[in-house]
């Protein structure tokens, strides 16, 4: 284990062994941009605001994608009909309106992708409001009494 003289970095490598391959290949994507000569306007290598984000539903031509991100995730395509999540127009996660299968791609930061698709299906579904909630909870009590 490490001790106090650890940087955070170095103890978060060697607690999540996960983490160390999202930076080796975060490193390989920087090195291959700085090699091709594009760099961000903002003279870093591209920070996680210069991701465009979206969600949409699944279409037909979504389907070999889906199926390398459940290999990737080690699951199966969750059940139709979906909500999928693109982050610079590669496939990341994918929700299942159904019954809230979720998978999403291991090797990339996608919690909140999935927390985007969560959100979007509440909306879609309209979602339980806390005065739904509190009315639902009034009912039971009501037909409970």
């Keep these: 284990m490490c001790d106090r003289h650890c940087s955070p970095t170095v103890a978060g490598m060697l607690l999540y ?7 080796a290949q975060s490193h390989s994507d920087a090195l291959r941009r ?3 000569g594009r760099t961000q306007a903002s003279g870093g290598v ?19 994608a889906l199926e390398r991100l459940a290999g990737l995730d ?18 990341r996660a994918a929700l299942s309106l159904r019954d809230g299968a979720v998978i999403a791609d291991p090797f990339h930061r996608t919690a909140p ?7 979007r299906s509440q909306q879609l579904h309209g979602g339980p409001s806390r005065r739904r909630r509190w009315l639902a909870r009034l009912r039971l009590a009501i037909v409970g009494a």
């Design 74 to 91: 080690s699951a199966s395509v969750p059940a139709a009909p979906l909500l999928v999540a693109e982050a610079d127009g590669a496939l």
């Design 46 to 64: 591209g920070s996680p605001a210069d991701v465009a984000i979206v969600i949409r539903p699944n279409r037909p031509e979504d389907e070999r």
């Design 34 to 36: 700085a090699s091709s």
């Design 113 to 119: 992708l999935v927390s985007l698709l969560v959100a």
């Design 17 to 23: 062994p996960s983490l160390r391959a999202e930076l």
